[in-house]
C-alpha cells in the first residue's frame, strides 16, 4: 500500500503563490505517475496537472497553464506543484494522486485511472 501525504497549502492572497508537496511512503512506489486534483466548494473534482514517472512528460488543465509548473523529485519520493499568480478561482482542496503505471497515458486527465489518494490540502486564495 502506497500513502501519499500533501502539505504546503494555506491563504496566500491573488497573485501570489504556493508550493504544494506530495510526499510518497509504504510500499516500494516504482515511480509511478502522479497527478494533482483539486476539488472548490460545491464542484467536482477536476484535473490540474499530471506527470510521468520519468518527469518527462507534463500536462496542465487550460485553466493553469503558464501559472503552474509540476516537477518530481524520485529520490524523495516527492511530487511539487507550484502555483503561481493564483486567482481566487484557484480556492480548492488539492489532491495528489498516484498511478501504479509508469506512464500518464491518454486518460491522465481522469481521477478513477489513479489507484493511490492523499487527503488533500486546502489552499484559499484572498481577492
Known amino acids: 500500500q502506497v500513502q501519499l501525504a500533501e502539505s504546503g497549502g494555506g491563504l496566500v492572497q491573488a497573485g501570489g503563490s504556493v508550493r504544494l508537496s506530495c510526499a510518497a511512503s509504504g510500499r516500494t512506489f516504482s515511480n509511478g505517475a502522479m497527478g494533482w486534483f483539486r476539488q472548490a466548494l460545491g464542484k467536482e473534482r477536476e484535473f490540474v496537472a499530471g506527470i510521468s514517472g520519468s518527469g518527462m512528460t507534463t500536462y496542465f488543465a487550460d485553466s493553469v497553464k503558464g501559472r503552474f509548473t509540476i516537477s518530481r523529485d524520485n529520490a524523495k519520493d516527492t511530487t511539487y506543484l507550484q502555483m503561481n499568480t493564483l486567482k481566487p478561482e484557484d480556492t480548492a482542496v488539492y489532491y495528489c494522486?498516484?498511478?501504479?503505471?509508469?506512464?500518464?497515458?491518454?486518460?491522465?486527465?481522469?481521477?478513477?485511472?489513479?489507484?493511490?489518494w492523499g487527503q488533500g490540502t486546502q489552499v484559499t486564495v484572498s481577492s
Open positions: 494522486a498516484a498511478r501504479r503505471d509508469y506512464y500518464l497515458g491518454s486518460s491522465y486527465d481522469i481521477g478513477a485511472n489513479y489507484d493511490y
